[in-house]
């Protein structure tokens, strides 16, 4: 029996240090997620979808909130639309991302990247009573651990092949790399010709979309919910990205009331709504749906300016 | 718990060490402690069903007494008619009731009639095919002279919930079983090693090959309209080793965590995939099954001696039987059907066709047709529908193949299926315990497991996907 127990703690050691030091390959160069869920808890943060990932950089907010002798310490917390509408998982998810032990909220904020698809479900189910989010499968949601570094978690939950983790360590993808504020950067430069043609791919996408969609009373009630957790850690925005053009005609045509819900929420939970105007002379879209990098840099430092000017007042 | 969760690690590993260090005095405290453990493990799924388990066990522990003390045939026959119509009756109702309620109503709406009848939303207990089946073997055995009833009731329930094959199989056989629950169980170092190696064989075949299978299987049966035709084949592929992984896996795991406890349960799986013709596939696909419906349907409905045209309508019934045992949808009917259809020509050759001796060419040969063959069912066995089957058989014909597609296909999917057969191929006769013996060497074993470890780690889903047979 003892040989047999010295046996299994020899198997069961191993396994722990394979695995472990399996962990130690992963990196921000393995995909887009990885390095959100690696930094500590942060003091601000910017939540939601893919379009906040790439549009909102905090480096430049936190630079403008410093000429103001204000340190904010933004972070990048936005994921995918998959993964981070707002719901239960991801709230819970936002919440343990946060630095609860700093006191006080006046030189704290949190920026919620708002837009129809945000509140929006084609996969919410209920059942006897309860919502059924498959929110709960993806990152950042399915792993309790977000702020380990290496983080073993992430790596076995959401990484398929580990094998290609250990090549990427010494190839690292090229197409995209997360800053270390947690924004994503596209690296991939397109000519006008593969920009029109992925204007017009994604466009198509969410027409898709806009027929499987529908508006989620589950989705918006969190929305509030998400609204009055971060209040009581700093300052609530809600803020509209700005998109191409044509992708915000069908976004105001999948949801005409969309900017009446956001100001009816704002009000009932003492928040502010940031609606900001398309504007294809200073905002270029990579796709339709994202701002390019420069754009990026350019409308945060407007966010930035604004929300100097918000924060003032208050 | 899933057997793959990190719950039935911590699980395993208290019950191993209170087994064997506290509860090893005698058998019967060993089998106490194994039901309560066996509930506890029942529980965790549901614990709503833990008075069905019970019940059961309490019904088949009685039954098979009042057999046993009856004298008169026909009283024998009055006790075990009354415990097999209240066990189908209970399987019948948590398995069937919605689906023939639905099926009746669909066919009375063909025939122009409106028809709203009141479905419940029955949830089906987990395992309840296999215990019932289980312990039905028994009581049949006890009234067919093979075996004397037990008259300890902590051995029969520990025999009937034992944890490691409640919930999925394999479906024991008391003649084989209960004589170990009726034995104190010594520890014995080869066992339970052996025991580790076929868990860790086990969980790389659920969780590295069968969950990995899954990812693309899913996408081509969610998209089948509109995938191209060699996604479609590699789809069926993809499931044939997909289903293989998941339930032998669970197998393997079943009869490792038996062996870490003592106890030897029957092989399931003697690879399948290597069969030659279609009878033998039978012979080597969920044994413990396959077996139960031959010795408790097929023998008693006259077998193969009563000639060509009642062992055809025998053959026909065992595997529409076999095929609605799996789940209450017309697809696993139709599935069993095609299985029926397959085998009848077998039934017509004459002379023994399961030759022992691998025979070369001709032999591969058969192998690839008796796998196409396995692969189409299969399509039967995954759709949700026989719609849906249709449209994708119907697609594999009309739709285009285009080689771009294959890149869909993950390499190192690939590779763990390769692995998985190089070890079927070394295991064509035994299994991969006794595999790792005849080298007696400790080192092969080191490198045989601690490589299994290494695919686990790199390629393995740690989503905790359920496996398939759970929902049978």
């Known amino acids: 029996m003892k040989h047999f127990v010295a046996h299994a703690l020899l198997y069961i050691l191993t396994t722990v240090l394979m695995a472990w030091g399996l962990s130690w390959f992963a990196g921000p160069y393995m995909d887009a997620y990885y390095l959100k869920v690696t930094t500590p808890r942060q003091k601000s943060l910017v939540v939601g979808s893919s379009k906040a990932a790439q549009g909102i950089i905090p480096e430049i907010i936190n630079k403008t909130f410093e000429e103001q002798k204000i340190s904010i310490g933004l972070y990048n917390y936005a994921f995918t639309v998959k993964s981070s509408s707002f719901g239960e998982p991801y709230l819970q998810s936002i919440l343990r991302k946060i630095d609860k032990s700093i006191a006080g909220n006046a030189d704290r904020l949190y920026i919620l990247a708002v837009d129809p698809w945000s509140i929006s479900t084609i996969s919410l189910k209920e059942t006897q009573g309860k919502t059924l989010y498959l929110d709960w499968n993806f990152p950042p949601n399915n792993i309790r651990y977000n702020t380990l570094n290496p983080n073993p978690e992430y790596v076995f939950k959401n990484v398929d092949n580990r094998f290609m983790m250990i090549i990427r360590k010494f190839r690292p993808l090229t197409y995209s790399k997360v800053r270390s504020d947690g924004s994503l950067e596209v690296l991939l430069k397109r000519d006008t010709t593969a920009t029109k043609k992925d204007v017009a791919g994604r466009l198509e996408e969410y027409r898709q979309n806009a027929r499987l969609y529908t508006f989620s009373e589950e989705r918006y009630k969190y929305l509030g919910i998400t609204i009055d957790s971060l209040s009581t850690y700093g300052h609530v925005f809600l803020v509209r990205i700005p998109v191409h053009p044509d992708m915000r005609a069908l976004e105001d045509n999948f949801m005409k009331d969309f900017a009446g819900k956001m100001d009816t929420i704002c009000r009932d939970h003492q928040a502010v709504f940031l609606d900001y105007p398309v504007d294809a002379t200073k905002f270029v879209s990579t796709d339709g749906n994202h701002l390019d990098r420069k754009s990026a840099e350019l409308f945060s430092g407007i966010l930035a300016r604004q929300l100097v000017e918000h924060l003032k007042k208050k | ?472």
């Not at chain 2, 490792?256 to 029957?266: C, D, N, P, R, V």
């Open chain 2, 1 to 472: 718990m899933l057997f793959n969760s990190f719950e039935f690690a911590i699980f395993l590993i208290a019950v191993f060490i209170l087994y064997w260090s506290i509860f090893n005095r005698n058998f019967r405290l060993q089998n106490f402690f194994l039901v309560i453990v066996s509930y506890i493990f029942y529980g965790w799924w549901d614990w709503r069903f833990l008075g069905l388990l019970f019940f059961s066990s309490c019904l088949d522990y009685f039954v098979a007494i009042e057999i046993d003390k009856s004298e008169s045939r026909t009283r024998k026959r009055f006790f075990l008619a009354l415990s097999v119509t209240i066990n189908l009756i209970i399987l019948g109702f948590f398995k069937y009731f919605n689906f023939f309620v639905d099926s009746f109503s669909a066919m009375l709406e063909m025939a122009g009639f409106q028809a709203n009848f009141y479905t419940l939303r029955v949830i089906l207990p987990v395992g309840v095919s296999f215990y019932t089946f289980q312990s039905m073997s028994y009581y049949i055995d006890v009234y067919r002279g093979k075996l004397k009833p037990v008259s300890d009731a902590i051995s029969f329930f520990a025999y009937v919930s034992f944890f490691p094959q409640l919930v999925a199989g394999p479906i024991e056989r008391a003649v084989h079983m209960l004589p170990q629950f009726l034995t104190r169980r010594r520890f014995d170092y080869g066992q339970a090693v052996d025991g580790l190696r076929l868990v860790i064989w086990g969980l790389f075949k659920k969780m590295v090959v069968a969950d990995n299978c899954a990812v693309f299987v899913n996408n081509v049966f969610s998209s089948h309209n509109t995938a191209s035709g060699y996604e479609l084949i590699l789809g069926a592929v993809f499931f044939a080793f997909q289903i293989y992984g998941d339930f032998s896996g669970y197998s393997d795991i079943a009869r490792g965590t038996a062996k870490l406890i003592g106890f030897e349960l029957m092989v399931n799986f003697k690879t399948p995939y290597l069969s030659r013709t279609i009878p033998e596939f039978w012979q080597r696909w969920h044994i413990s099954l396959s077996t139960w419906f031959r010795d408790y349907v097929y023998i008693p409905l006259g077998g193969s001696k009563l000639g060509k045209g009642k062992t055809v309508r025998n053959t026909i019934i065992v595997f529409l039987v076999s095929g609605l045992w799996h789940g209450a949808n017309w697809t696993f009917v139709a599935w069993g059907a095609l299985n029926a259809a397959y085998m009848i020509p077998f039934i017509f050759l004459r002379g023994d066709q399961q030759t022992k001796q691998f025979g070369g060419m001709l032999d591969l040969i058969k192998i690839a047709f008796t796998f196409g063959l396995t692969c189409f069912a299969w399509i039967f066995f995954r759709s949700d529908s026989i719609t849906q089957a249709g449209e994708y058989i119907s697609n594999m014909v009309t739709g285009n193949y285009h080689l771009a597609a294959l890149t869909k296909v993950k390499s190192y999917v690939l590779f763990v299926i390769g692995v998985l057969m190089v070890v079927d191929v070394m295991t064509w006769k035994s299994s991969v315990d006794i595999l790792i013996k005849e080298y007696h060497s400790r080192t092969i074993g080191y490198v045989f497991d601690f490589f299994l470890i290494g695919l686990i780690i790199l390629f393995g889903s740690f989503n905790q996907q359920t496996f398939i047979y759970f929902q049978f």
